[in-house]
């Protein structure tokens, strides 16, 4: 059933990585041991549970491949799994071959390293078992946290002898190479890059003669530049067209963000008497335009072509656990949220449409949004509210 574990059809013997683990307790565990893709299933159904309960699970990813060459401490490894892993959790592979995964309910990460420790443990005595990472949903989620003594080596463990700053990055990395988290498929990331460069040329003109328009009306330079949050929540500098006074007060745009998350109103814009707009401001942002110069960041690999859009880090703030399944693919200049409503959708409905997205990406949903997009944006400039092909589903 899975490749790295198999089952003698006469014997009744397991064995895992070719070395065999024998029959009863030990047995039983592995036979339920899932494959990446029921895994992952299995993950993301319990952070829907632990959504709607509002109680944390963990996730203990343990590397397999230091240990396998060790015989006696790989079987003795699986054994000592194969004792402590209770019927409500569950054992998957997150990456095969390499990394399996324990989804441990209603724990945090305090227990979740308790129990590594003790499967770690060969009768008390450190003897080169596995890494493993600690993942607390939605508490430490994105970034996972490696910890202290985690890894270990023949002499006992390693004490973590980083700076704070070294710390802190290293918990960064470790948090971009999620396993149970998709990258980019590489059609996206190939359209993504012809795209791109398409657009920038053939929009050379466009941006010329948009910039001449914002030197005309306002002194200052021709781009804004804003830090967004992107992918697994990533931060980076997003490029546009300015459209408001040089040093614009945020301030009046935070109070209205908090106000959405509060009342639960439609995303409507301060545009209509906002004083802070530039002369031409108003109609490049219905229009769209003033967001054309991020191809420049779906070039550089920051932004995709199709996705949710990037947001502010203090809307970021204000999000509950749920909404954070945004950041499960890369923000896009246009998505499914801008076809189906844009504006006239409330925040929650917002989300739901970008997770949605996450969770049902493909070549045909793209090609679509990105043919509903031109009629989207001249309803939009007309006063009138984008289509909505179907109603938006609860998380």
Sequence with gaps: MYSLIEKDRVSGTISIFGFRIGEGRDSHCFNRVHSRRDFIRLLDHERSRADRSGREFSLIAFTLPLIARDTRA???????????????????????????????????????????????????????PPAFTIYTYPSNWLKGNHGQDTTYGDCGPVQDKLSPDAREDREEDAGSNLFFIPGIPLWKRSIDIIGAVTGLVLLSPLFLSIAFLIKTASPGPVFFKQVRAGFLGRRFTCWKF???????DSTVHQVHVRELYKNGQSLKKLDDQDPRIIPFG?????????????????????????????????????????????FETYPGLTGLWQVNGKNSTTLDEMMRLDISYVKNRSLRLDAEIVLKTIPAIIQQACGKTPHRDKPVQGR
Aim: aromatic share 6%.
């Design 74 to 128: 790989l079987r003795h490894f699986m054994k000592m799994l194969a004792g402590r892993i209770r019927q409500t959790e569950s054992v998957g592979w997150i990456q095969k071959n390499d990394v399996l995964g324990v989804i441990l309910p209603d724990t945090p990460s305090s227990g979740a390293y308790k129990l590594a420790h003790d499967i770690l443990s060969l009768n008390g005595k450190p003897c080169s």
């Design 242 to 248: 300015r459209t408001m006074e040089i040093e614009a």
């Design 282 to 326: 108003r109609m490049l942002r219905e229009t769209g335009l003033d967001e054309v110069p991020q191809l420049i960041n779906v070039l550089r690999g920051e932004m995709s072509l199709v996705g949710p859009r990037p947001d502010v880090p203090y809307s970021v703030a204000h999000y509950l656990p749920w909404h954070n399944r945004r």
